[in-house]
Each structure stands twice: as C-alpha cells, then as structure tokens.
C-alpha cells in the first residue's frame, strides 16, 4: 500500500511540474532563439514597436518565418556581436542571424545554412572628403564597427582604425570630426546616410570585396541546419526575402 501511495506521488509531482512548464510559457521543444546584435539596421534593430518584442529588421523577419515554419515560436537574444557564436558554441542559443558573413574562420566553429544576402562594405564619410577609395584611407582615421568584417578589412590593409561597440557610435565619430570614414557593410550605410546629412557613400570594389550572410548553428547540428535551409529555400524562392530587402532599405 505505501508502495502504491509513493508511486502515485511521484507521478502527481510529475504532472505538476509539467503543468508549471506549461503555465510558465512554451517549453524549449516548442521554441527557437535565435541570438543577435540589434545594432545593425536593416537587417536588426531595437524599435518602439518590433516585430518580435523589440526587435525588428530583416533578420527577425526572417528568424520569424524560420520559426513558424518550424511550428515553433522563435526567441530572440540580443547580445554584443561578439559574443554571439561564443554564446552558440555554450548552447545559449539556438541560432545566429546578425547580418553575419561567412567566413573560413567562422565555419571552423560552427555550420552555415546557405547564403540569403549579399553585401559588400563601403566608405561612409562627409560630402567633399578627398577619400574617393580605400586606398585614400592610408593616413586617414577610421572608425570600424568591433567584429565586423569593416575591422578586419581595414586591419588587413593596416590602415589606423578605433573599432566601436555600435555602428551609431561609428557614424557620430564622424558627424563630430573625430574620425575620417567610417567602414561598414553597404546596407546599413545606407541607412546610416538617410539618418544623417551631410553624409555620402564611397564604393571601392577592387578593394572590398562581395560577402554573404548566413545563420549560424551550431557545429554537427545537421537537422536544424537542413529546417533553416529549406526555409530559406522557400523564402528566396518566393521572393520574401527580395520583398523584405526592398521594405526594410526604403523605409523612412
């Protein structure tokens, strides 16, 4: 009889606890967090009104639709961009999706799905600067966003550079005269120079060269890897991705 009595215990503190799971919120099974840096407009930014809590862009309407074609609701962690495929690696996150480009290095620690953008990094300095290519850049300051691939194309061409947290702390170094240029992925300069006059694009393609996003998983997790896939698959296939490129960059 006791036998019985503690069996039905253990089982009772069961069910309770999966009770409290579910009255808590989904379980984990049941959602995807995806880690991002919310400092890259278009593709991730923090908004009064975003489309997943306070994050809004491309990425997160892409990580979205990643989510609901899974059936699953997705999460989103925003970290510094640095700490994200640490955080990936740790099993904090799910996945990446932060306008990250693939790289050897990176894909030596994690797995890629297939590319869904592509982009190249440009000059962003004042109307009437004599920088009109990277090379004008040799004894001049520029100020790089930490992580990106800006930093490790001015650091490869040894160029002096400040590397900030922030591609807004980048962009207010030069509305202030403390730097020269600002190095940074061509979209989002786009963006920073409809925000702020005074302020033009320099393209230099033989000095940059064309790069591709990716979301990152992480390494050997192949069945997450082919949902992400196939989900993007169906996102450039049926111009979703096209259609947000075209609302996120032109919008005011």
Same mark, same amino acid.
């Given at each position: +009889? @006791? ?6 215990? #253990? ?43 306070? *994050?809004?862009?491309?990425?997160? %309407?892409? %990580? @979205? ?10 999460? #989103?962690?925003? +970290? ?17 999706? &932060? ?5 050897? $290095? ?5 797995? *890629? ?17 004599? #920088? @009109?290519?990277?090379? $004008?850049?040799?004894?001049? *300051?520029? =100020? ?31 509305? !202030? ?11 989002? %300069? ?6 702020? @006059? ?6 230099? !393609?033989? =000095?940059? $060269? ?5 979301? &990152?998983? &992480? ?9 992400? !896939? ?19 960059? !032109? %919008?005011?």
């Amino acid at each position: +009889m @006791k036998k019985s009595f503690r069996i039905i215990a #253990i089982v009772l503190i069961a069910v309770l606890a999966v009770a409290s799971l579910t009255a808590c919120g989904k379980s984990s099974s049941e959602t995807i967090k995806f880690g991002t840096n919310a400092e890259f407009p278009p593709f991730e930014f923090v908004a009064a009104k975003g489309l997943i809590g306070e *994050f809004d862009g491309i990425d997160i %309407a892409i %990580a @979205k639709q990643i989510g609901q074609d899974m059936d699953k609701e997705t999460l #989103i962690e925003n +970290m510094e961009f640095d700490s994200l495929l640490v955080a990936l690696q740790n099993n904090q996150l799910d996945a990446v999706i &932060a306008g990250l480009t693939v790289t050897e $290095d990176r894909a030596e620690s994690v797995d *890629f799905s297939i590319p869904y953008y592509s982009a190249t990094q440009v000059i962003i300095t004042k109307e009437g600067s004599p #920088i @009109k290519s990277a090379a $004008d850049l040799a004894d001049k *300051f520029t =100020a790089v966003v930490q992580g990106y691939t800006g930093e490790t194309c001015i650091g490869k061409l040894g160029y002096r550079y400040e590397s900030f947290k922030k591609g807004t702390e980048c962009v207010m170094e030069l509305v !202030n005269g403390k730097c020269d240029a600002v190095v940074i992925d061509s979209a989002t %300069a786009s963006k920073y120079i409809a925000d702020n @006059k005074g302020l033009v694009i320099v393209e230099d !393609n033989r =000095a940059f $060269d064309n790069e591709e996003y990716a979301i &990152a998983v &992480a390494k050997g997790n192949s069945e997450l890897l082919e949902k992400i !896939n196939a989900s993007i698959e169906k996102m450039l296939a049926n111009g979703t991705i096209a259609g947000l490129g075209d609302k996120y960059c !032109n %919008a005011e």
